[in-house]
């Protein structure tokens, strides 16, 4: 059960803050209801009694605001490589409200928008990831949304140069390898 005031995330919504509990008669079905302030003016009614069952929980305190910008910092996560497999596989992440799976799926996307390029959905899904994180963010450490913005978006840049890096490192290795004959044996296209 949550209260006025509590601040909480509404899956594949972001976070916001209740408002008020109001009875509404919905269908002549009278019902009690979470008010939901989220970013943007937008307020969203969600059933108390159902609150749970669709995913709506607490945002992060500080040390997880801290440990989601550790999983922007991270070596992106392996992903496949058809579209329409990946949109679906992020879109079940995104269904379940977890934060460390939002940051997941942004750090990813925009290693991959940065790398080749992103099909028209996976730019509207990334979008959405970002602005469920940042407005998740924005309430756990109690900053302005353009400061999380900038900080997320450092920490992605980071994150890629530092993937570049690596990638610069190892491809001269395996280049240059004496083992590169028997590594195609093994394994091809190296």
Aim: glycine letters at 6%; proline letters at 3%; aromatic letters at 6%.
């Amino acid at each position: 059960m949550f209260n006025i005031g509590d601040k909480v995330v509404y899956p594949l919504h972001g976070a916001g803050v209740i408002e008020s509990i109001e009875e509404k008669a919905i269908l002549d079905e009278k019902q009690s209801y979470y008010i939901i302030k989220m970013p943007g003016e937008v307020k969203v009614m969600v059933p108390t009694s159902k609150a749970e069952d669709i995913g709506v929980r607490s945002i992060i305190d500080q040390e997880g605001a801290l440990k989601v910008i550790k999983v922007l910092e991270e070596e992106s996560t392996e992903m496949s490589t058809n579209w329409n497999k990946r949109y679906r596989d992020n879109m079940e992440k995104m269904k379940t409200g977890d934060i460390y799976e939002v940051a997941d799926i942004v750090r990813n996307l925009s290693f991959k928008q940065k790398d080749k390029g992103l099909s028209t959905g996976e730019k509207k899904m990334l979008l959405n990831a970002k602005q469920i994180l940042v407005s998740e963010l924005v309430l756990a450490q109690d900053k302005d949304k353009k400061e999380v913005e900038e900080l997320v978006e450092g920490k992605i840049n980071e994150s890629y140069e530092n993937h570049l890096t690596m990638l610069e490192e190892v491809e001269p290795l395996a280049a240059g390898s004496e083992n590169t004959n028997i590594m195609k044996k093994f394994i091809p296209n190296v």
